[in-house]
């Protein structure tokens, strides 16, 4: 048998997922603001591009100083600020059928051994 490779595009989506994941840890670890924008061409408008993956805003007009003050605040409350409520809560301790009958067989298999030792 031999080993399957990746297709190209495959690859490059699989290191864009890894920059989606560790972008915002560390932005909240530097106390950056940052946001997560629906599509790349709205992001590309800002730059007047087609498209746009990332975007860092490091010199503004004097003029726009407010509005950028404003995005920053709006972002920093969004996206920094709700750490705890955006981040996805896995499960809620519900189990189905099966587990439930299989740790109630565990739970007794422990009783009966240690009923057994004692």
Not at 83 to 95: E, S
């Amino acid at each position: 048998m031999t080993p399957v490779r990746r297709p190209d595009h495959l690859r490059s989506l699989f290191v864009l997922q890894q920059i989606v994941v560790f972008l915002p840890a560390l932005c909240r670890k530097m106390d950056v603001p940052y946001c997560i924008v629906k599509s790349k061409s709205r992001l590309g408008t800002v730059v007047h591009k087609k498209t746009a993956t990332a975007l860092a805003i490091t010199d503004v007009r004097p003029g726009d100083n407010a509005a950028l003050n404003k995005l920053r605040e709006s972002c920093s409350t969004n996206f920094n600020s709700r750490l705890n409520t955006v981040t996805k809560r896995w499960g809620g301790g519900i189990m189905g059928m099966k587990t439930v009958h299989k740790v109630a067989q565990y739970e007794k298999a422990k009783a009966k051994e240690l009923a057994a030792t004692a």
